[in-house]
């Protein structure tokens, strides 16, 4: 569950998908082997991100002959902003999960069909006995309806049902 999170971080520090997806296994690894460590009232994402950024710079340090790479100061200033965006991620995901919970049956089950299970807008069409330009209406009113709850629920800080 927290993969895509650590990846995204890791990304957004190294810019480089293949070396992301090196630290991110480190990282696991770290995880693993400090298991015992972990405070469960402190948040398992927080923590494996202070990991992550531990694993990023010790691969700074290692590749330093690259002049290409970050250098440790910047880094961490790029650290700090990613994880303020990470916390922003989980913030708008949070408000997301609560307005698709207050769609009605109908427009869920579009949603689910078009972007869960990643369904072609024909099939979607076929299924529901519909033309294919009815269902792109309704999935942009049902994204606009989304968007509009959301950026309601992100502006009063209302992000519970």
Known sequence: KSQAKLYAYV???VGEHARAADIVQETNLVLWRQR?????DRGFIPWAIGIARMQVLANLRDRKRDRLL????????????????L?????LQNALRTCLKSL????????????????????????????DSSVKVALLRIRRQL????RRRMSTGELES
């Open 70 to 85: 970050l250098d440790a100061e910047l880094a961490e200033q790029v650290s700090a902003e990613a994880e303020g965006q």
């Open 36 to 40: 015992n460590e972990f405070e469960h």
């Open 11 to 13: 990304f957004s520090l």
């Open 104 to 131: 009605d049956e109908t427009k869920r089950k579009l949603i689910d069909l078009r972007y869960h299970q990643a369904f072609q807008i024909a099939d979607i069409a076929e299924i529901n006995g519909a033309t």
């Open 87 to 91: 916390e922003h991620y989980e913030t």
């Open 147 to 150: 968007a509009a709850c959301v």
